[in-house]
């Protein structure tokens, strides 16, 4: 494990005093919200870097101490040093996670779409089952879930279902689902007990509050259509749905509440997300070397993940991790244990490209 120098420790500290300072002093409101929220951020790494120099500091008058005259005294300080050098190693490793370079939209919230693919019903009634895994497990994190569209399916699921899932680091844990989720089992029509396979595809879109797309009137197309209903009282009879086009990508966005002016402003904010999303990807595109270090490219065409039923397992093919609790991460409670060795694997990947003797 590389040693961080003292340098780059220094260097965290003056800036969070920095960003301190500036609280102080500045009077303009977006400053402070910004300053604000940097010094949230740096406090916790500021505190660790603040640690690991004491325990360097404390670890070298230690060791000076082992030389002197006075034997008991040389002795309770080889015990000093004995005791940190077995603690400096995990305060090291637990600098350098914080060290990382993080994901601007990794607090971010989301734009959460799954739609069914190859298998018919049998994909629609997964892609209901995969919406319900990330609904179940919003609800453990805390965080809103605000349906924005649904195409059900004919015999139950969703040909196409979205939403808006709102919270503090939504981004940041789900982004690894983004691609497509195979299912093997047998399906309730089949008649033979014959295993089929299926699919659907996920996408994880950054929505972070501050999101500015400039978008020209004369470069987007809307409509208004009727909001589609699976029947009864509250199939929608005007025409309120909205849908926008983009011209200039192709980007469309929709929103079918009862409120036709609402609905406009959430296709356009939906169709904003969009368009940050087409740009970061190309900004991603440029950076494709980077990304070979991280846990797969995020590509929802990527084939990620397996479910089998017959046999109750999980594999993420990115990581070879296989779990036989299906039927509790298919229900939300333990997809957290994928989402942290998927967050794991990340981080050792990302470690292991770090090099901090070249700070010095």
């Not at 453990?140 to 808006?164: H, M, P, R, T």
């Not at 929505?207 to 009864?232: K, L, N």
């Amino acid at each position: 494990m590389a040693t961080i120098p003292q340098s780059r420790l220094e260097q965290v500290i003056e800036r969070f005093d920095e960003v301190e300072a500036r609280m102080g002093a500045t009077t303009d409101s977006s400053e402070i919200v910004a300053l604000s929220r940097e010094h949230a951020e740096l406090k916790p790494v500021v505190e660790a870097a603040r640690d690991l120099i004491a325990m360097r500091e404390g670890l070298a008058e230690a060791e000076a101490m082992t030389k002197g005259d006075d034997a008991e005294m040389a002795e309770l300080a080889q015990e000093e040093v004995n005791d940190l050098k077995a603690r400096i190693p995990d305060a090291e490793s637990d600098m350098q996670l914080l060290l990382l370079p993080k994901d601007a939209d990794d607090k971010a919230s989301i734009v959460l779409e799954v739609r069914a693919g190859t298998g018919g019903d049998e994909a629609a009634l997964f892609a209901g089952d995969l919406f319900r895994m990330y609904s179940r497990y919003a609800q453990v994190q805390g965080w809103k879930i605000d349906l924005q569209s649904a195409s059900e399916g004919d015999v139950g699921g969703y040909k196409e279902i979205i939403a808006n899932v709102e919270g503090d680091g939504v981004y940041g844990r789900l982004k690894w689902e983004s691609g497509v989720h195979r299912v093997q089992r047998v399906p309730a029509t089949e008649t033979q007990g014959r295993v089929h396979t299926s699919a659907a595809s996920v996408a994880v879109l950054p929505a972070p509050e501050d999101v500015e797309i400039d978008i020209r009137p004369e470069d987007i197309r809307i409509d208004t259509m009727r909001a589609s209903g699976s029947g009864g009282q509250h199939v929608n009879t005007t025409d309120s749905a909205v849908r926008i086009t983009h011209l200039p990508t192709g980007i469309v966005a929709t929103s079918s509440e009862k409120s036709q002016h609402v609905n406009r402003d959430k296709a356009m904010q939906q169709l904003k997300i969009r368009i940050y999303e087409k740009e970061k990807q190309e900004r991603d595109a440029e950076r494709a070397e980077a990304r070979a270090s991280q846990v797969g490219s995020g590509d929802r065409s990527e084939k990620i993940r397996t479910y089998n039923y017959p046999e109750n397992r999980v594999t993420d093919h990115r990581i070879g991790l296989t779990l036989h609790a299906l039927d509790k991460i298919i229900a939300g409670d333990k997809l957290e244990d994928v989402v942290k060795a998927l967050m794991t694997e990340d981080q050792a990947r990302r470690l292991a490209d770090l090099d901090f003797e070249d700070d010095d």
